[in-house]
């Protein structure tokens, strides 16, 4: 908002400067009577420049919402001797975090009771070793587990059965560089691709679609007016249950997107930038006070897109709201809750939200609350 109050204040010290013209042509009508209007003309012109144009009103809190809640999260599991989640999903009976600890990856908790139920996903198997297990999916039409590798120089996908047992290795980086991927229904995966021109990187990142059915193979990518991202952000991207939706964000921005598949085409439906990035002249971004730390964390069922992102302007505040937008890129409900929240993930029906929240810096919990 500061760059739209400083064209509102421009165009007002613009407007004062006519007002003693406007005296000497019409002395016969009260000053203060001028003086009202200039004001009114003022206040509906920073009215008109607070709105964002793609779903979604500006006010000095970033965003406005139709509707609010207040909600408390409801504890599922979790302890200190839970693994640090880098990613986790949930099913209609179990929560899967993916962590590190014993050489296994994979991490299974009664959706209930909480209990464990076992870990499972060797790090080393016969197909590929995971040196950095980063990101975790589940395609909803067979049950199979999707995890990201995402090393320095080695960056994959591998397929898991619902038993656990590595199927097959997608190694995406041979068709361009990514940064997160995730599985989708009909053997697609769908990918956030780095951009390149003339073998240097453009700062830009698409949402593209691929086969794997037989390879890899790329279908389509979205990669028309993308914004280039600052160095130090990434983009998140959630895909719905039915894989025909993808939701993404920038994270620790104002960029959060949607796109939708049709047939051998992805096409991006709508797009909102709510805060802004200060961004250096070598082009770092950068902590500026005066605006909100922007969004940390996407999920997405078929009907709505949830992000949760920080309404503070202090590094290290809890961030413990969570936004729901349609799949038009409009927001719906502001629900505000009590944990802070790390990741989140919605059941495979689209009624309950659940999160992972830390405290005291090495305990982590799983919670959900209704929707």
């Known amino acids: 908002m500061k760059g739209n109050e400083d064209m509102a204040f421009g165009y007002c010290s613009g407007s004062i400067k006519c007002h003693t013209e406007l005296e000497k042509h019409f002395s016969s009508i009260d000053g203060m009577v001028v003086r009202f209007l200039l004001s009114l003309v003022c206040l509906l012109f920073v009215a008109c420049a607070g709105r964002n144009g ?62 464990e139920i076992g870990s499972y996903i060797d790090r080393r198997s016969h197909i590929g070793e995971l040196t950095n297990p980063y990101g975790l999916s589940i395609d909803r039409s067979t049950g199979d587990f999707g995890v990201l590798n995402l090393g320095m120089t080695d960056r994959f996908l591998v397929r898991y059965s619902p038993e656990y047992e590595p199927k097959a290795l997608y190694r995406v980086d041979s068709v361009f560089p990514i940064n997160d991927i995730v599985l989708a229904p009909d053997d697609h995966v769908i990918a956030v691709s780095l951009v390149y021109e003339n073998g240097e990187p453009t700062g830009r990142q698409a949402v593209s679609l691929l086969d794997v059915a037989d390879g890899v193979t790329l279908i389509g990518s979205c990669d028309e007016l993308l914004p280039v991202i600052p160095k130090g952000l990434g983009r998140e991207i959630s895909v719905s249950g039915s894989g025909k939706r993808v939701a993404s964000i920038i994270r620790n921005s104002g960029i959060l997107e949607t796109y939708e598949i049709t047939g051998d085409s992805i096409s991006r439906t709508s797009h909102n930038n709510y805060f802004p990035i200060e961004v250096s002249d070598d082009g770092i971004a950068h902590v500026n006070h005066n605006i909100q730390y922007g969004f940390r964390c996407i999920a997405a069922s078929d009907d709505y897109v949830y992000a949760v992102y920080s309404e503070s302007k202090v590094e290290g505040d809890p961030v413990t709201t969570v936004g729901v937008w349609d799949w038009n890129g409009n927001p719906v409900k502001k629900i505000k809750t009590d944990k802070n929240v790390s990741d989140i993930c919605v059941s495979p029906d689209g009624s309950r939200l659940y999160c992972t929240s830390k405290f005291r810096s090495s305990i982590c919990t799983i919670n959900y609350i209704d929707l």
């Open 54 to 115: 793609n779903g979604g009103e500006m006010s000095d809190s970033g965003l406005h919402f139709p509707d609010s809640m207040d909600v408390k999260w409801t504890y599922v599991t979790g302890d200190d001797m839970m693994p640090n989640p880098r990613c986790f999903a949930v099913d209609d009976s179990c929560v899967y975090v993916l962590g590190d600890a014993g050489g296994r990856s994979l991490f299974v908790y009664n959706i209930t009771t909480g209990e």
